[in-house]
């Protein structure tokens, strides 16, 4: 039993979270979260995307997260303020996001 445990845990099953911030993509990372903005974020895309927690520490997605993060924010009607509540499961510093959802403001 503990060795299917360990293997569950190793493969990010067990270790799953749920995570709020703001989604930035990454080369925006470092600059004023509150000015980003959607479109920016849309061209920006290929440079992949990320979690910005209330503490600032920087979560990036996995290839998957970024793909729906993208899908997400096409759909999106707002230009500001990019809250979000992602579930995933973190690889080292890397975000491996199962669901994203853009919260209110």
């Not at 995570?19 to 980003?36: F, I, N, P, Q, W």
């Amino acid at each position: 039993m503990r060795i299917i445990a360990l293997a569950l845990l190793s493969a990010g099953f067990l270790a799953a979270a749920d995570y709020s911030g703001t989604v930035v993509d990454v080369m925006c990372r470092g600059k004023d979260l509150a000015e980003h903005t959607r479109e920016c974020a849309l061209t920006c895309s290929k440079s992949g995307y990320g979690l910005v927690t209330a503490d600032g520490k920087f979560l990036k997605f996995d290839e998957a997260g970024n793909a729906r993060t993208l899908a997400a924010l096409k759909k999106l009607t707002r230009d500001k303020d990019l809250k979000a509540k992602v579930s995933g499961s973190l690889d080292g510093e890397v975000l491996k996001v199962q669901a994203i959802e853009f919260t209110l403001p």
